[in-house]
């Protein structure tokens, strides 16, 4: 068996430990004669398994007592939609920051229910950097704020935290996790599970439960977060085979990694390992301001566009795989969640330098 170099920007890379667990599981899940995907998500021991995950979560993220954590279907393109229909109920306008396509998409959702107002955007100067706090300026009767902790296509990634007397709703799907996060910052913090958390089919919402109370009287019960909250995350069937494997990378992250915080170390040394790469040569360019460049998806491009193809032939061939950039923007990215490891970042810098001298 080779497990190959994957940089995929999601679904991700998973940590193979957890793949491997998931593996011995499969069959005969702890003596129960079944696998976890043909349990009843009512049955105790799926109910064990739903409520571990939400109290390592809880653990990781420190998530204070009062915050509600939920397992909802959909995507964070979902929750785009969710955002507004939960929160606008007393009225208000949704404000929004734009940094790029993650935010552009959010806004649009929120323009269906209500105008959006823009309270900062860097579109001007091509989305190199985010907002400064004093470039936020939110509508007098702001219902609250709304950001993308993280651009995934730009690579571009906050390096502070809004301060707004306002609930704060963060995107924070392909960020979450990589390193600690105050919680009590934020009203709402969503993301989608196939980059961090797990696979594709289940996004976690953590939403501060006085906000539970605000949603539009027409949010269909499935959009709702309160029904969610009031039912455990089982107003219907979850995806309980995706709960479980979230619940086996939280214990992952807990026991094997040791925490956020030295995931972050790990993080930011796989990151600086590869735009150093970047940075050291003519050949290679990430535009992003460097206060501002994401640590988990980076993006860069080759200075002669001709050799794209060749560059991603090349490499697959050296088992790097998924570096192409995002449909919309070309060139390359490479995504370095959790479970891509230091090893992998090494493989795709020795390579790059080898492809520079080769082809530069
Ligand atoms: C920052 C961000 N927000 C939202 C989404 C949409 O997520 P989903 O495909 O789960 O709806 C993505 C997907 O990559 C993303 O990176």
New binding site residues.
Partial sequence: MTRLHNFC??PAAMPTAVLERAREEMLDYRGQGLSVMEMSHRSPTFEAIAAQAERDLRDLLAIPDNYRVLFMQ???????ACVPLNLLGPGGTPNYLDTGI?SA??IKEANHLAGAHIAGSTQGNGYVHVPRPDEIALSTDAAYLHY??????GGLAYDYVPEVDVPLVC?????ILSAPLDVSRYGVIY?????NIGP?GI?VVIVRDDLLERALPQTPSLLGWKVYADNDSMINTPPTYAWYLAGLVFQWLKQDVGGLAEMEAINRRKCEALYAAIDASDFYANPIDPTNRSIM?VPFTLADEALNSTFLEEAESEGLLNLKGHRSVGGMRASLYNAVSEADVQALTTFMRDFERRRG
Avoid: P, R, V, Y
């Avoid at 993308?148 to 296509?153: D, K, L, R, S, V």
């Avoid at 995107?171 to 960020?175: I, R």
């Avoid at 993301?191 to 980059?195: D, F, H, I, L």
């Fill in positions: 920007a999601g959909g995507g964070a393109t979902l929750q785009f993650w998409k959010a993308c902790h993280n651009e995934t296509i995107d924070m799907s392909s960020s993301a989608g599970a196939q980059k594709a996004t998806n």
